[in-house]
Structures are given as C-alpha cells and as structure tokens.
C-alpha cells in the first residue's frame, strides 16, 4: 500500500484522464493516474486527428502522448496498473489494482472511457487499425474512393455509414433483418434506402475479415439459407455498441441500465467525492475534446469540493467557539441582506461567536450537508451540529437575546 495519500487518484489515462492530470497538477494537487493499457484510451488508436483545436493534424498517439507529457510535466504520476477493486464509500477512497497495489486519496476520478462491442470472429481484432475501425469520424477519411463495409443497423451504424459514403465509392451494410427492415429512426432509415452509395446485404452476418496485413474482404453468412459469401474490401466499420469500462464499479456508484456512470452537471456521481469525466458517462458527443473538457471540469469540481472539505473541518467541525453559519447567494439579494444584518447583531456581542458566511453557487457541500434548500439560511452550530436556527426575519434584540441565551447555557 502507498504510504501517501494523494489528493486525487485518476483512474484511466484517456483525453479525460489526462485533462485532468494536468489541471490537477496544476492545482497543486497531488494527483495520481492508473492506466491499464495505453496512454491515450481509444484515442491512441486513431491515425489522424484535423478537428482538435490549436492541432491542424495530428495522431491520436501523438496528441495524447503531448497530453501525458505536459501531465507528468506538471507533477502529475502516471503508473500502469489494472483497477482490479475500489472502495470509494468513505472519506478516503481505496483504489486496488490486479497485482494488489493499493493506493488511497481524498477524492477520485473515473475515466475508464468505454470499448466497442466486439463480434470476436475472425480478422476482427488482427486487422484492427489496418482496415478495422470503430469510429467513421476518426477514420472514414482514410478510405477515400474504396469499398468499406458496415456491420449493423441501428442509429450509429446508418448515420456513420452515410457519413463514410462521402468518401468511400461503396457501402455496403450488412443486416441481420429482412429486406427494409433497418433498427435505426425512420427517418435515417428512408435516406439510407435511398442513399446512391450505400448497399445492403440483408438477413446476413460477419463470419470473418479477411486480410494479412490489411483488410481484402469479408466472409458473410445467410442466416436464412446458411449461404457463406465473400464481399471484397477495403474497411470494414463495426457499429453493434459500445460498452462502457465500468464494470468494477457495480455497486460503487450509481450506474445506469447500460452501465454509464451516473453524474449531475458538476460531474458529481452519486457518492461524495467522486466523479467522473469522458465517455464513460452518457453524452451527447464522444470526442476528444469534450473528454479533455470533462476532464478538466471533473478537477474543478473536486478541486472545490476538496476545498470545502478542508474549510468545514478547520472552520466548523474544530472551531474553538460557537460558529453561526449564515448562507446566502449572490444572485439573491434579500438573501444577503439578511445575512449581513445577522452579522451586524453578531459583531455587536463580545467576540462570542464565529460567523461563517456561505455562498450556496460556490460551496454546494455545505449547502447540502446542512440541507439548505431556501434562503436565507442561518444556522448557530456547536462541533458542526446544528443547536439553533436563526429566524432572519426577527428583530435584532430578539436575535441577540437568543445568541446571548446560548452562550449561557454552553
């Protein structure tokens, strides 16, 4: 077990995950990274990158190795290790990898990203970046002029098959339902029967890719008549679902029925002090660089939530005296005015108590812990628990009386 626990451990070294050792580290936050397999995620595997800004063209291995360079420049840790278990329920979170290391850290982040769902045959994992592909946005410039088959007929797999025909001279998509029948919208669905390049086999199944060193073809199969056929070609584009890497984390955090971690518009899972950023949440876009800005958000949030953390512990739980906690928004203006006019009465008493005020937009921990969900709010609290609640509406002598009367029965 590591001796130190760090502020944050980042599980996965995707965009995500590499976003957010850089803003960690340039927090000064003692920050962590445990990536299993390549540096990059599934954006390792993308030949050619036009559309990052500030990079005209690059490679995803090149662009994820800048990110894990300026990373580690900035003092974040990267090691290599398979998260095997985690226990992320109490204060300080425990991460365990397959080989039994165990590290521990104030606040986690998950960015195990997601894998597509693979057929297994034959070819498929041989030929993988060498005809291939998983993403046609990532790679369906590369086959300009060429055949390239598409596995599947949901939304993805018509929508980026009719994206890969800008390039591509031919489509063919392979389906498992009768003639005209397609799994995707209506919509989608008439402009691909339409679309002049795009090609359907129909009640057929991928058996095998074809190919030594790049895809020539693929092996399909009738599943009516059980007839075997050979389709030559250049790609081969497999759309039949992506899973998300989140399988040890079942139990852990709130997943939804596809296994996507849970989060709210902070990133925040369902469990305090974790969060989770990239394509392992559900999203609208999976790019490049809405993973790198999640990841950079996901530090942002705990980097506050670590704040706040330290401020109720320092400021609340071990104050020496009495603490009037007074929360308030600066987007409501009666809210502040009450606060201030408690804490007018409060500087008028002999340095009794503490008086703490909170800005709900910013410090949503306090806000929640203490269950703050109108304001103003004022609470007198002793060791964190609360013994009073201020009516901000009171007169002033009423509110000193009350302040006074719990001094004398401390």
């Known amino acids: 077990m590591s001796n130190t626990t760090h502020d944050i451990i980042i599980i996965g070294a995707g965009p ?16 962590l990274i445990i990536e299993k397999g390549a540096i990059g995620g599934m954006a390792s595997n993308t030949r050619e990158i036009v559309n990052y800004p500030g990079f005209k063209q690059t490679s995803g291995t090149a662009l994820t190795k800048e990110m894990a360079e300026h990373a580690k420049e900035m003092g974040t840790e990267i090691i290599k290790g398979e998260v095997k278990t985690v226990d992320l329920s109490g204060e300080i979170k425990r991460v365990v990898t397959r080989k039994k290391q165990e590290f521990t850290a104030r606040a986690v982040i998950l960015a195990t990203g997601t894998l597509p769902r693979v057929l297994g045959i034959p070819g498929e994992k041989e030929l993988r970046g060498n005809g291939v592909a998983y993403c046609a946005t990532c790679d369906a410039e590369f086959f300009e002029g060429q055949h390239v088959v598409v596995v599947g007929s949901g939304d993805q797999a018509i929508e980026e098959g009719m994206f890969i025909a800008k390039f591509a001279n031919q489509v063919t998509v392979i389906v498992l339902h009768d003639e005209g029948k397609l ?135 071990e104050a020496e005296k009495p603490v009037i906690l007074a929360f308030w928004s ?49 609470f007198v609290l002793n060791k964190g628990e609360v013994v009073q609640t201020i009516d901000t509406d009171a007169e002033v002598d009423d509110i000193k009386e009350i302040l006074k009367a719990l001094i004398q029965q401390a």
């Open 183 to 317: 799994d995707c919208n209506r919509l989608s669905a008439e402009k691909a029967l339409h679309h002049p390049k795009l090609k359907f086999v129909w009640n057929s199944t991928l058996t095998a890719v074809q190919g030594d060193e790049e895809v020539t073809g693929v092996q399909v199969k009738n599943i009516k008549t059980g007839e075997m056929s050979e389709i030559p070609c250049q790609g081969v584009f497999f759309f039949v679902g992506m899973i998300p890497a989140t399988h040890f984390l079942k139990g852990q955090v709130e997943l939804d029925d596809r296994g996507y971690v849970m989060v709210n518009d902070l990133l925040e899972t369902s469990v305090e002090g974790v969060f989770a950023a990239g394509d392992l949440r559900p999203k609208y876009l999976r790019q490049v660089v809405t993973a790198t800005a999640d990841g950079a958000a996901a530090v942002v949030a705990a980097e506050r939530y670590l704040q706040e953390k330290e401020n109720l512990r320092t400021t609340v739980l």
């Open 330 to 378: 600066p987007e409501d203006q009666a809210s502040l005015q009450a606060v201030s006019r408690v804490e007018k009465v409060v500087s008028e008493l002999p340095n009794e108590y503490l008086f703490v005020k909170t800005d709900v937009t910013r410090q949503r921990m306090l806000a929640k812990k203490y269950q703050v969900t109108t304001l103003p709010r004022v």
């Open 16 to 31: 995500a995950g590499l976003a957010a050792g850089i803003y960690g580290a340039r927090a000064k936050l003692r920050t």
